[in-house]
């Protein structure tokens, strides 16, 4: 069956934390190990509450404020740090916005309440046909469900369709409801076996 979508993840994939220093400084100013300030952010009750929509992002910084017994009045200033050696990948999006004029493209992310709003700053909002974004949804990757809404949003099958994602569970979710999916390692490797696919109209 012939491609008509892609889908692709967000963090880890068109962002990814390409500079460990900022997060480091940050771990050794607050005293504590580089992964656990990364599994108090990303992996506490708060962070998969936020991501469900259960609360806001701005209540999932402030749970993690006061667990580093910090002043709420710090956490823009953490967060800034902490996310301070993200880089967004430029020429990915560009290369999404070339397959665009061919192919429906979509976002399906596991992220807070304030992803959409970024991503409108951050200029790039104009790849997508639609983002699914599990705040907004109140569903996570790997539920097939969040798949299923992408493809209805898109009015595409699963068949017709190749998801990109960093997480082996992610694609391994997609790849269960018939979804194309690749597992993304790296720019090139991701972009080759994508075009791979596309020229082979899987």
Do not use: C
Not at 1 to 16: H, K, N, P, S
Not at 49 to 55: E, K, M, T, V, Y
Not at 100 to 128: C, M
Request: glycine share 6%.
């Amino acid at each position: 069956m012939t491609v008509r979508a892609i889908f692709v993840d967000l963090g880890g994939v068109l962002v990814r934390t390409e500079f460990q220093a900022p997060r480091q400084h940050l771990a050794e100013r607050l005293g504590l190990e580089y992964e656990n300030v990364v599994k108090l952010v990303f992996e506490g009750e708060t962070s998969e509450q936020a991501s469900l929509g259960r609360i806001s992002e701005e209540e999932h910084w402030a749970a993690v404020m006061r667990r580093l017994r910090l002043p709420l009045s710090d956490a823009d200033a953490v967060r800034n740090e902490f996310f301070a050696g993200d880089v967004v990948d430029r020429e990915l999006l560009d290369h999404l916005r070339d397959l665009h004029e061919t192919y429906k493209v979509g976002l399906i992310s596991n992220a807070w309440s304030g992803l959409r709003p970024w991503i409108v700053k951050q200029k790039f909002d104009d790849v997508f046909d639609a983002m699914i974004i599990s705040a907004e949804v109140g569903l996570m990757k790997p539920d097939p469900r969040i798949f299923e809404l992408a493809l209805e949003k898109l009015g595409v099958t699963a068949p017709e369709s190749i998801f990109l994602d960093d997480f082996k569970a992610h694609v391994d979710g997609a790849r269960e409801i018939g979804i194309h999916a690749i597992q993304f390692g790296a720019h090139d490797q991701a972009i080759d076996e994508l075009e791979k696919m596309l020229a082979a109209g899987m």
